[in-house]
């Protein structure tokens, strides 16, 4: 007998039948002798109808409000999913994140997981029910109703999977895996059957939509190895675990886009100790979070400091910046909006040499300009015009042979 946690989203639980599909996916691992764990999400479109009638009624709804409201998405699922198991004739009880025992910290709406204490969950399922547990929630240390964010019940099944000491985390989505690149991007892009923690959290934040990259941290964090696979069929999916030896043999492992990104550039910095602190600070202080990062001196001997965002946080990043760059007479502020990132990811960089040229050789035949250009020990990423940015994916994923199993 194994102990199983599995998570579902919200396309997953969608519909009526889409729930009873879950249900009978429950109960055919049921059957084979297991022990089950479900985390569910709101159903999908939900949240995003809560949050619609909240803005009707306020413009600025209170956040503490907005926990207590968005909680309700996933408390419907759970007690859905629970009904349609047991009219399957399983055994099932649902619980809240507070009564799964998830203790949070952190501003409202913006949670994260500090403790599980699993007894509750061990209660019922050392009665033989399955357990059905609502995700993205949790309770703050002072008892109040705290929402995860984005990602929140993918890293609720993750922690709940690690709590109850399960042996297989499967989170359960729309998608057959982690692929090579966006299918919808690249038609030939490759499923893979296997992708290191390290890897994954590189593509999650470069634009993977697969997981949020803090899902990821935590897994490796506590050493959970899950599987992300098709709720909508029962395809092997891509199992995302500690790095090995013969991983580094493939030196690209995966593109990823990310759309809808802004430059800014503040020019005109003096050149001195804490500058830099300043800067970010005001960011960081209007919560703002900000990716590449490429600092200069210019040849006047004034710095130069460029960054890219979500384009959405723009405007709100200028006006946060307005106090420090009032102090700085020669300073000035310029951005660039439509824009996109291309990064390659893979472990096997560490071993092997001339992956950037590679890149930008394919990049440059195919006649797209690059910006930005960062880098870390497993991952290249340039941006490029908005525009390119399905072109640029094409092209490296062909370089690099991307849609071909690589020889063992």
């Known amino acids: 007998m194994a102990l199983i946690v599995q998570k579902y989203g919200g396309t997953s639980v969608?519909?009526?039948?889409?729930?009873?599909?879950?249900?009978?996916?429950?109960k055919k691992l049921r059957d084979e002798g297991n022990q089950v764990v479900a985390v569910?999400?709101?159903?999908?479109?939900?949240?995003?109808?809560?949050?619609g009638m909240a803005k009707e009624l306020t413009g600025e709804?209170?956040?503490?409000?907005?926990?207590?409201?968005?909680?309700?998405?996933?408390?419907?699922?759970?007690?859905?999913?629970?009904m349609a198991l047991h009219e399957l004739g399983v055994d099932a009880a649902s619980v809240t994140g507070r009564q799964a025992g998830i203790r949070t910290t952190g501003s409202h709406t913006r949670g994260k997981i500090d403790s599980i204490d699993p007894t509750m969950m061990n209660q019922y399922l050392s009665e033989g029910k399955v357990v059905i547990v609502a995700g993205f929630q949790g309770l703050r240390n002072d008892d109040l109703i705290h929402t995860l964010g984005?990602?929140?019940s993918d890293l609720t099944a993750i922690a709940v999977a690690s709590a109850v000491k399960a042996d297989l985390?499967?989170?359960?989505?729309d998608v057959d895996g982690v692929y090579t690149c966006d299918p919808r991007v690249v038609k030939d892009a490759r499923k893979l059957p296997e992708i290191s923690y390290d890897e994954m959290l590189e593509m999650a934040s470069s634009g993977?939509?697969?997981?949020?990259?803090?899902?990821?941290?935590?897994a490796k964090k506590y050493g959970v190895i899950f599987e992300v696979r098709s709720s909508l069929n029962d395809n092997p999916g891509t199992i995302v675990t500690e790095e090995h030896d013969q991983m580094e043999s493939v030196v690209i492992r995966g593109v990823s886009i990310e759309r809808s990104q802004a430059r800014l550039t503040i020019t005109g910095i003096p050149d001195e100790p804490g500058m830099s602190a300043r800067i970010l600070g005001c960011l960081a202080d209007a919560e703002i979070n900000i990716d590449m990062i490429i600092?200069?001196?210019?040849?006047?001997?004034?710095a130069r400091h460029s960054f890219t965002m979500h384009s959405n946080d723009l405007g709100k990043a200028q006006a946060a910046l307005k106090p420090v760059i009032a102090t700085l007479p020669a300073s000035k502020i310029e951005?660039?909006?439509?824009?996109?990132?291309?990064?390659?990811?893979?472990?096997?960089?560490?071993?092997?040499?001339?992956?950037?040229?590679?890149?930008?050789?394919a990049l440059g035949e195919a006649q797209i300009n690059i910006g930005m250009i960062t880098t870390s020990e497993i991952k290249i990423a340039v941006t490029v015009d908005e525009t390119q940015i399905e072109d640029a994916a094409r092209a490296v994923h062909t370089a690099f042979e991307l849609d071909k199993v690589p020889s063992k």
């Open 14 to 26: 969608g519909s009526l039948d889409r729930i009873r599909n879950v249900a009978n996916r429950i």
């Open 40 to 51: 569910v999400s709101a159903m999908g479109g939900v949240t995003d109808k809560l949050i």
């Open 61 to 82: 709804p209170a956040e503490r409000e907005m926990d207590v409201l968005l909680s309700t998405g996933e408390q419907q699922s759970i007690a859905l999913v629970t």
């Open 150 to 152: 984005r990602g929140g």
């Open 169 to 173: 985390c499967q989170i359960l989505t």
């Open 208 to 218: 993977s939509k697969v997981m949020q990259s803090r899902s990821v941290e935590f």
């Open 295 to 302: 600092s200069n001196i210019a040849h006047d001997g004034m």
């Open 335 to 361: 951005t660039e909006a439509g824009i996109a990132k291309l990064s390659c990811v893979g472990i096997g960089m560490r071993s092997h040499s001339g992956v950037a040229a590679k890149m930008f050789e």
